[in-house]
């Protein structure tokens, strides 16, 4: 009988050891771990994957669940939706859309917003590398996510259905707030601050591309050596690009690219914005920007909530803390 790891664990499991994505088996395993995980067992799974206890386990069937220190069950059926992938014999993991299915009943809406912007990434963190991350392929997409919340029975049994019915809803609500390819997490939080509604603390302002390929003229390529350039965020629809400044872009040699960058964008008609790390630490000055921002979309800020200043800061707490938990792990 399988161990499915499930629920944080399994989005835990994927934040850690992010690679291209296996194909999910045709049909969902039957099983689960039935009796509580014995404490030798859980802290080698732990260990093994750098995961944290309690591990949390998908149970198949409602006499399997348990709780104890070392793991805890969870249940949640995606009918026959493939949902589970095994990683070998005896262990496989909830793929990232049925574990955000999992944790969807009882997470906040920005922490499962967030989950779901890193899944849909394309960075794991490295301590290694310069920039404190590496390019890895993203574990799902908007499209992916969608697809997986159709696909899952609409009435799901009697003892699935408070879990799987309210999570599913709450995903569903989330996806016009989500993008896909974020960089890092300095770019999903200043994503989710500018398109989340009011009641959320955010600037209700069109949901943007990040970091698509803009192709270049060929004056454009001779100049650059490439043929495409990245912006950090886009909004097609009124030709606006908003680009993230940060420690990286401070030697002669990048300050001197950034220009030609600046030249290129001006050149295929964009207009750019600047985000600076003091814009994501006040929120007077988070609101300036995404004042001039909103100018520039056409759009006109009306919040109709009397504490909307409250509920700002609240989501730069919240997403904070979240990116303080993820870089200490």
């Not at 080698?44 to 006499?63: G, K, N, T, V």
């Not at 849909?120 to 997986?148: Q, W």
């Not at 490439?226 to 872009?249: C, F, G, M, N």
């Amino acid at each position: 009988m399988d161990i499915i790891l499930a629920g944080e664990t399994a989005l835990q499991y994927w934040r850690q050891n992010r690679s291209d994505r296996p194909l999910p088996n045709a049909s969902m395993i039957k099983g689960g771990h039935g009796p509580s995980l014995a404490k030798v067992e859980a802290e080698l799974l732990a260990d093994a994957y750098q995961l944290s206890l309690p591990l949390c386990i998908y149970a198949h069937e409602e006499s399997q669940t348990r709780r104890d220190a070392f793991s805890t069950t969870v249940r949640c059926s995606a009918g026959n939706a493939p949902a589970i992938i095994r990683l070998h014999e005896g262990l496989a993991v909830s793929t990232p859309e049925f574990a955000l299915l999992q944790v969807a009943h009882r997470s906040s809406p920005v922490r499962l917003l967030y989950d779901c912007y890193e899944l849909c990434g394309d960075f794991k963190r490295n301590e290694f590398s310069g920039s404190g991350f590496i390019t890895v392929a993203p574990l799902m997409t908007p499209e992916s996510l969608e697809a997986f919340l159709r696909s899952i029975p609409t009435i799901p049994s009697v003892n699935d259905r408070p879990q799987c019915v309210r999570g599913a809803n709450n995903l569903s609500r989330l996806l016009p707030f989500l993008a896909a390819n974020a960089h890092s997490p300095m770019e999903i939080e200043t994503a989710m601050r500018f398109v989340l509604p009011y009641k959320l603390g955010g600037y209700k302002l069109p949901l943007m591309q990040l970091n698509p390929e803009l192709k270049l003229t060929s004056a454009q390529q001779r100049i650059l050596g490439r043929p495409t350039l990245k912006p950090d965020l886009y909004w097609p629809q009124q030709r606006v690009i908003a680009e993230y400044e940060s420690a990286l872009h401070m030697n002669p040699e990048q300050h001197a690219y950034d220009a030609l960058r600046n030249n290129a964008f001006t050149e295929l008609g964009l207009q750019k914005i600047l985000i600076t790390s003091d814009h994501l630490s006040s929120v007077r000055k988070m609101d300036e920007l995404a004042e001039q921002l909103a100018r520039l979309l056409g759009k006109r800020m009306r919040p109709s909530i009397s504490d909307h200043l409250v509920r700002k800061d609240r989501l730069a707490r919240e997403l904070y803390q979240i990116r303080q938990e993820r870089s200490s792990l």
